[in-house]
């Protein structure tokens, strides 16, 4: 199965230990963005067993890269359209296209995914180490994905669609660089639980760097 991207997908908590250099302003976030690079990195842990994925989509290359249960998969594939608008309005928009074509025993199979997704955006107050516009949070308040699956001359098409209240779908990054045309967001998240003698925990850290013409 192919893995759809998402760049605005369930809320992220910033950890205390990063450091952010890059207080920002409306100014400085307002603008068409587009996105030079997507990291994500998630790893989880549950009964003793650990898998882990890593998404890197940078350029027009993407690579996610699976391993559970001692068994690693690796998909490749292209990126692109991928551009986030931010207005001053406290409004934002994101479309992006993965593209994923693999040949298995002759024949050519090809996936588009594209999402897009929109909502509300503002900066957060200073608490505890994190100053004032060092920390931004994005609310989504609706998203569409497409897949379009083709196999000789045939294709075949689904979407879905989500509708988010306000606060409902959100995301916080740490605004690691805001200078000139050049922002980087970062953001990781992390939970544990136990269970009578079972404990499961995860992880993930997603670096997104933007630029603007």
Do not use: P
């Amino acid at each position: 199965m192919k893995k759809v991207i998402l760049f605005v997908a369930g809320a992220a908590l910033i950890t205390g230990s990063m450091v952010s250099c890059g207080k920002s302003t409306k100014g400085k976030m307002d603008g068409e963005w587009t996105i030079d690079s997507y990291v994500s990195n998630s790893t989880s842990t549950s009964g003793g067993g650990t898998s882990s994925e890593n998404v890197n989509a940078t350029g027009a290359a993407v690579t996610i890269t699976s391993t559970s249960g001692g068994s690693t998969s690796t998909q490749t594939g292209t990126f692109s359209n991928a551009t986030y608008t931010i207005s001053k309005d406290g409004t934002w928009s994101n479309t992006m296209t993965v593209v994923f074509v693999e040949t298995v025993f002759g024949t050519q199979y090809t996936t588009t995914q594209t999402q897009i997704a929109s909502g509300t955006w503002d900066f957060l107050s200073g608490v505890g180490e994190f100053k004032k516009h060092e920390r931004v949070v994005f609310n989504t308040l609706s998203s569409t994905s497409t897949q379009v699956d083709a196999v000789g001359g045939s294709s075949t098409t689904s979407t879905s669609s989500n509708t988010y209240a306000e606060g409902e779908s959100s995301d916080v990054y740490l605004i690691t660089e805001s200078k000139g045309k050049s922002l980087i967001l970062t953001s990781t998240e992390g939970n544990s639980s136990t269970s009578g003698s079972s404990t499961s925990s995860s992880t993930n850290s997603t670096t997104i760097t933007l630029s603007q013409n």
